[in-house]
């Protein structure tokens, strides 16, 4: 009898990275970002869940200050925090930041935290394709938007985007590229 194995289903990360340009940046400066970008990751998550925040180093105390001032005046309610949704039938796993309901909502907002100061194209897809993931895994998702925090501890810029189909179609235009050219079925 043959076993049958899961496929390994592709991120959103990785079906979006073709589109993600760092060629005039270092390595050593983006090996430092990813780093710091894990850290403040962590730290709000931690927050989020109300769970104890080791002590940050300097690179990473200011984004950290923005995440906390945001998340005490505008989320309400915590749904869940660095999750996994998983759109089976479309063939594709997302891992959102936070799915929580704002303060005056009843509908929860999807939020992807982010540090850099510029929004970047990919991300409205991004946001996209976690909110379907989110509903098919049962989640109910009202607004997605990035959250960019500060790196001097300023106030935190949340980003909504509005035109979800049109970003998902595209999502899904390039998720069916990486399948054919990973060979995914």
Same mark, same amino acid.
């Given at each position: ?7 390994? &289903?592709?991120?959103? %990360? ?42 940050? /180093? ?10 906390? $001032?945001?998340? !005490? ?5 915590? +749904? ?7 759109? %089976? ?8 930041? &936070? &799915? ?8 929860? %907002?999807?939020? /992807? !935290?982010?540090?850099? +100061? ?6 409205? &897809? ?21 959250l960019r925090l ?8 949340? /980003? ?5 189909? $049109?970003?998902? $179609? ?11 050219m990973k060979e995914?079925?």
């Amino acid at each position: 009898m043959a076993v049958v194995t899961p496929m390994k &289903l592709p991120s959103v %990360t990785q079906v979006l990275s073709p589109f993600a340009d760092f060629s005039c940046v270092s390595p050593d400066v983006l090996k430092v970002a990813a780093e710091r970008g894990t850290k403040v990751h962590q730290a709000c998550g931690a927050f989020a869940q109300g769970l104890w925040v080791t002590e940050l /180093d300097e690179a990473c105390f200011g984004y950290f200050s923005s995440f906390k $001032r945001w998340f !005490i005046s505008v989320v309400k309610k915590v +749904i869940a925090v660095e999750f996994e949704a998983v759109f %089976t039938s479309m063939g594709y796993v997302g891992h959102p930041d &936070l &799915l929580c309901v704002f303060r005056g909502d009843d509908i929860p %907002t999807l939020v /992807d !935290i982010k540090t850099p +100061i510029t929004i970047s194209p990919t991300w409205a &897809l991004q946001l996209a394709a976690y909110k379907y993931a989110c509903l098919y895994s049962g989640y109910i998702v009202g607004k997605i938007g990035t959250l960019r925090l500060s790196k001097t501890g300023g106030n935190a810029k949340f /980003d909504e985007f509005t035109d979800c189909h $049109r970003a998902f $179609r595209a999502f899904c235009g390039a998720l069916s590229a990486y399948k054919y050219m990973k060979e995914v079925k």
